[in-house]
């Protein structure tokens, strides 16, 4: 079974401060991770994601998550946060020998402070 | 390319109505997943559609069913509305068992 954790339903930051958002899983297999965001009334866009390979991951609008087996982490960075910024963070996991059906953590929202 | 497309955007019913809602996925995809995201919460997975088949389903009850048609649209139906189902509903799709789902714009249910 697959589950997410995401610490922190709330989180600000200053213009051009580092932005740091946190996701632990679990998994009975090694999984797929995601990052989505959410504007207000949308739907979901991808920021990033890790299926194989490398694990630090790079996504759209300067955003970066690594993969971490060790401590099932996949916590989402931007090292300098853009009002536009401000959203709500998602963080996924699938099982790939599922298919994508995706477990959703319960969400961060992320507040820009000019 | 359009993306994916959901309709309505809106909906009121009234507790007791049944109530359908339609996705088109986006161009080359043949796999449509439904999720229902309360107010303040994750989106929750209710079922893919394959083939025109339920491949895979989520903790919901039967009241929610679902269709996928020939050109691979597809519909969520729920029965007999519950105040409880009052939600964005989600659209996604992808193409087969691929890593990648694009998510459409939602319909945000409101039951009365």
């Known amino acids: 079974a697959q589950s997410v954790t995401q610490l922190g339903s709330h989180v600000s930051v200053s213009e051009g401060a580092l932005v740091l958002l946190r996701c632990n899983y679990s998994?009975?297999?090694?999984?797929?991770l995601f990052w989505y965001v959410q504007y207000p009334n949308q739907g979901l866009q991808l920021l990033l994601k890790?299926?194989?390979?490398?694990?630090l991951v790079k996504g759209i609008n300067g955003f970066e998550a690594e993969f971490k087996k060790s401590e099932t982490s996949f916590h989402l960075t931007k090292p300098s946060a853009h009002m536009s910024d401000a959203a709500e963070y998602f963080c996924?996991?699938?099982?790939?020998?599922?298919?994508?059906?995706?477990?959703f953590g319960t969400g961060t929202s992320l507040t820009v402070i000019p | 390319d359009a993306g994916v497309t959901q309709s309505p955007t809106h909906l009121i019913k009234t507790r007791g109505q049944q109530v359908t809602l339609r996705c088109s996925p986006k161009?080359?995809?043949?796999?449509v997943s439904w999720y229902q995201q309360a107010l303040g919460q994750g989106p929750q997975f209710i079922f893919q559609?394959?083939?025109?088949?339920?491949?895979q389903r989520g903790n919901f009850p039967d009241r929610f069913s679902g269709h996928q048609f020939p050109n691979y649209s597809s519909e969520l139906n729920v029965n007999a509305l519950l105040l409880g189902d009052s939600a964005l509903y989600l659209c996604?799709?992808?193409?087969?068992?691929?890593?990648?789902?694009?998510f459409g714009q939602g319909t945000r249910l409101t039951v009365v």
């Open positions: 996604a799709s992808s193409r087969g068992t691929g890593t990648e789902a694009f």
């Open positions: 998994s009975s297999v090694p999984p797929y």
């Open positions: 890790y299926t194989t390979g490398a694990t």
């Open positions: 996924a996991v699938s099982d790939p020998n599922t298919g994508n059906q995706f477990y």
């Open positions: 161009s080359g995809h043949d796999t």
């Open positions: 559609y394959y083939e025109e088949e339920e491949r």
